[in-house]
């Protein structure tokens, strides 16, 4: 594409549950999705991932597109309860199989597979151990990596190992929206180091296959709505808990400085044993970064802090910024500001994909979704300028290929390049689609 180096990689992103549908086919156990979204009133009219696209059976038509649209690269991930339905039990061969028929098609259509291990679907089996909030979680997930690892390297994927941690332990273990919906303090910190200390782990497991390892992370720059002091410290916080306290360990191998500070009577870090930050900080091949928009907030009242959001940040709405469909301000600067705020802050930093990228609209299939194209158009135009700023960025993956599940919103928000008629599963490439083919193509 114009403006990009030759070598710069092309792609789009899915996931597991979002799409694949088929959740008790083939030996399948349940994950705390499946659960979560049969619990009335946590998904949006009560729509649940059970059929979702359908992709587990028409992965061919959806490989095709993928090859049609002309991407370098798609990034999928693995369900962990297809492949070990109860997370730590025995392999169940049939769900490995989905997955190296998908890689093979991949392969034959000569597009590089971004494996992700974990996009938040966790064995159910596991949660009921305790989940993330327990160590034991972490080994489970090396071994689950192990199987993996060995059933699909000769595919050549490029690993991930978790999608947005971030999500996994504050927004599922803190805030309760997303599975398994809990509201805990110390349970989300817990839950964090967890899955950090997951990452670590599988890297090790991973790098054993010669190919690269990375983690994706959704990176927001927090802004303060107003230049006074405490706004600026309220940013500050809400920094720490929705960037640094994954970021710092992973790449700096310590937990932010001001953690104590911040967290108040959550410091409780028993769940920290020695080595572990060692085990974290094991270097990777690349960072993965979400990115959708900035956070704006302005300080409210600091309580004595019974959960990790307890800390004096009230969410506010910007002037000026138009938003999509789930409220999300669309500010393609951001970006810009992620990657060279990331590069100043963390020297050493590991190359860059952007993992993820996109805007949701109620889109029908008869009508062009000429935001969407605007939208990428302005994100590429940014990357770019991060680009020349000198930030070293590899790849650029649109989400996503296909409307889908959008978690506790349901199917209303579509994301996807193609349109999918959730009653026929019939796909029709948008606008967006046609468009993204002839950048890739000029
Ligand atoms: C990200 C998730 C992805 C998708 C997009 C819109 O946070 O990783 O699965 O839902 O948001």
């Not at 327990?134 to 999608?163: H, K």
């Not at 230049?227 to 640094?244: M, Q």
């Not at 990777?284 to 928009?293: E, K």
């Not at 959960?307 to 393609?332: A, C, F, K, N, Q």
Request: proline share 7%; hydrophobic share 40%.
């Amino acid at each position: 594409m114009e403006g990009f180096p030759a070598e710069f990689v092309w792609g789009v992103a899915t996931a597991a549950y979002q799409i694949e549908g088929a959740v008790a086919e083939d030996g399948r156990g349940p994950s705390i999705w499946d659960t979560f979204s049969h619990t009335p009133g946590r998904v949006a009219k009560g729509e649940t991932g059970d059929v979702a696209c359908d992709h587990y059976h028409r992965w061919p038509e959806d490989l095709d597109l993928l090859a049609d649209l002309g991407v370098d690269a798609y990034r999928l991930s693995i369900a962990w309860p297809r492949v070990k339905p109860t997370g730590s039990g025995p392999v169940e061969q049939r769900g490995l199989d989905f997955y190296r028929r998908l890689l093979d098609g991949l392969r034959s259509r000569n597009i590089t597979p971004y494996v992700t291990l974990y996009h938040w679907d966790l064995p159910q089996s596991l949660e009921d151990n305790g989940g993330w909030r327990v160590r034991d979680t972490a080994q489970r997930f090396a071994e689950y990596a192990e199987v993996v690892g060995s059933a699909l390297a000769e595919f050549e994927p490029r690993w991930i190992t978790l999608n947005e941690p971030y999500c996994s332990a504050i927004v599922g273990y803190a805030q309760g929206r997303h599975a398994p919906g809990a509201r805990e303090g110390h349970g989300a910190l817990a839950a964090a180091h967890h899955l950090l200390l997951a990452h670590g782990l599988a890297v090790g497991v991973l790098r054993s296959y010669g190919l690269p390892v990375g983690v994706t992370l959704n990176y927001s720059p927090i802004v303060p709505l107003s230049p006074a002091e405490e706004d600026r410290i309220a940013a500050r916080r809400l920094d720490l808990v929705h960037n640094r306290i994954f970021l710092d360990p992973l790449l700096r191998g310590a937990y932010p400085d001001d953690y104590d500070e911040v967290l108040g009577s959550l410091t409780d870090r028993s769940f920290v044993r020695d080595g572990d930050l060692a085990i974290i900080s094991t270097p990777v091949d690349f960072l993965g970064i979400n990115y959708y928009f900035r956070i704006h907030v302005r300080a409210g009242t600091l309580t004595a802090g019974d959960t990790p959001h307890d800390i004096g940040v009230v969410y506010g709405t910007p002037d000026g910024p138009p938003r999509t469909m789930l409220d999300w301000p669309i500010e393609p600067e951001g970006l810009v500001e992620t990657l060279v705020g990331l590069r100043a802050a963390y020297p050493g930093l590991p190359p860059i994909y952007i993992t993820e990228n996109g805007c949701a609209y109620p889109d029908r299939p008869d009508e062009p979704d000429d935001a969407r194209i605007a939208y990428v158009a302005d994100h590429l135009a940014a990357l770019r300028r991060a680009m020349a700023a000198g930030v070293d960025v590899r790849g650029y993956f649109y989400w996503s290929l296909l409307d889908n599940f959008e978690w506790a919103r349901g199917y209303d928000p579509r994301f996807g390049l193609v349109h999918v008629d959730y009653q026929t599963q019939v796909r029709t490439p948008k606008a967006s689609y046609h468009w993204l083919r002839e950048q890739l193509t000029s």
